[in-house]
């Protein structure tokens, strides 16, 4: 008996010691798999011991979010890599099939991914829209860091309330620098990255291996208070079923390209969707110019919430096109038996 559990021991021991050494803890193999993995051998790293960070690290490491290297240890103050932190949010993030990119998208965001471990983690969240700046061997920085956890969250949208505002909330970020005021103040206020007790943020100062399971941490807890309540796979399936049903319809099949005529085209085939949806998402027809912020296909990162008495929410993540880039869609739906939704505007 002893020595069948040595031998089992070993076997695990020299299965995780090839995955790390061959990168499949990252890429190779699907998020799910290397949870269960991880998970089983989740261990005690021998550099942990004081550390600031080694209950979030531990935990971490019992969920099979992270893991360390074959000696045993974390190497917490190590600068974690942008290939590495893609890696755990691919872990932390709901399940999604995800679609072959564009020419485009593989030339311009695969193309440094080419060969490496990480390839298959960048190719899968690239549907996503959640796409690293730099090269994958890069250090990250806290800037980079907090735009691909809000991509994550289907978040990034949320930017856009900080555009041109005169609000300082860090001393070294001037309001001046919009890219980096709309990426980190929303960011900030959804409680996954904070600044430091000086006043300051860092942006660029670079996360160390274990900041980054902090800010993974965080990024897990805001996704289950961002998207409340238990939705079943069956209402998954019909809330999916009739945004994609119905933007196939009227932007593919019947190619409507005038508001007044998508008005019409709604109620003359009585189709579930309220006025007040087809001026949240379709008003741009108004101007006659076709929107090149593609909608979703519905296979990439999708949330979904029940947030009242037979009202829900689902939002897409995904990668929208060369003029259009990463987005996020937020579409609300009610439904009384939760089998058949009605397409509604955010605050009927």
Known sequence: MKLRQLGRRFIIKTLVLSIA??????????????????????????DMNGHWASREIVEANKRGLIRGFPDGSFRPEQTISQEEFLVMIERVIPPFKGHEPDSFARETYLSKAEGRWSYGTYAHLLSAGIIPSGKPTEPLDRLEGARLMLAALGHQSEGEKYRGTKSRFFSDLPVEEEYQVMTVYPAYKLGIITGYPDGT??????????????????????????????????????????????????????????????VSYVQKNNLPASTQFLREHFSFMNYEVYDY????????????????????????????????????????????????????????
């Open 21 to 46: 050494l061959a990168g499949t803890a990252f890429g190779s193999v699907s998020a799910a798999e290397a949870r269960k993995i991880a998970a089983a051998s989740a261990v005690s790293f021998t």
């Open 201 to 262: 943020f860092r942006a660029h100062e670079k996360i160390s291996r274990a900041q980054a399971v902090v800010l993974i941490s965080r990024l897990s807890q805001q996704i289950g208070d961002l998207f409340p309540g238990q939705v079943s796979e069956e209402e998954k399936q019909g809330m999916r079923k009739t945004v994609a049903s119905f933007i196939e319809d009227v932007m593919d099949k019947q190619r409507i390209r005038r508001y007044d005529e998508l």
């Open 293 to 348: 912020v593609r909608f979703p296909q519905f296979n990439e990162l999708t949330y979904y919430a029940k947030i009242g008495n037979g009202k829900y929410r689902m939002t897409v993540q995904y990668y929208s096109g060369e003029l259009g880039g990463s987005v996020d869609r937020t579409f609300y739906l009610s439904s009384t038996d939760g089998k058949t939704f009605q397409l509604i505007g955010k605050d009927e």
